[in-house]
C-alpha cells in the first residue's frame, strides 16, 4: 500500500545545492519517520538525515551537518532534503525510507518502505 517516489536528483557543480523531494503514498503518513539514506559505488549505504512524524525530531549525518536540511510536509505527504555547499564525495544514489515502528533512526533495517533511488553527482 505504501509507495515512495524520489525526485530531484542530478549533476551540479561542487558549492552547488540541490532539493530532493521524495511523495508518499499511504493513509498513514504522518505517524511514520522518514529518513534519507545514500550509497555511493564501493561504500556502504549511509544514513543522511530524518525527521520524525511531527517535525520535532531531526537527525543528521556528521558528513552533513550544517550543509543538509530536511523537512516534510504533512498536507502533501512529502519530505525534501535540500542539499547545500555540495562536495564531490556527496555523490550517491539517494534513497527515501519510511518506517512505521522505528527504534534507531539511522538503521537501514528499522525502515519498511523504500523509494527507487534518485542519482546525485556532484563534479566540475
Known amino acids: 500500500q505504501v509507495q515512495l517516489v524520489e525526485s530531484g536528483g542530478g549533476l551540479v557543480q561542487p558549492g552547488g545545492s540541490l532539493r530532493l523531494s521524495c511523495a508518499f503514498s499511504g493513509v498513514t503518513f504522518t505517524r511514520y519517520t522518514m529518513g534519507w539514506f545514500r550509497q555511493a559505488p564501493g561504500k556502504e549505504r549511509e544514513p543522511v538525515a530524518t525527521i520524525s512524524w511531527n517535525r520535532l525530531n531531526a537527525w543528521y549525518g556528521d558528513s552533513v551537518k550544517g550543509r543538509f536540511v530536511v523537512s516534510r510536509d504533512n498536507a502533501k505527504k512529502t519530505v525534501y532534503l535540500q542539499m547545500n555547499s555540495l562536495k564531490p564525495e556527496d555523490t550517491a544514489v539517494y534513497y527515501c525510507?519510511?518506517?512505521?515502528?522505528?527504534?534507531?533512526?539511522?538503521?537501514?533495517?528499522?525502515?519498511?518502505?523504500w523509494g527507487q533511488g534518485t542519482q546525485v553527482t556532484v563534479s566540475s
Open positions: 525510507a519510511a518506517g512505521d515502528k522505528v527504534a534507531n533512526v539511522a538503521q537501514s533495517r528499522e525502515y519498511n518502505h
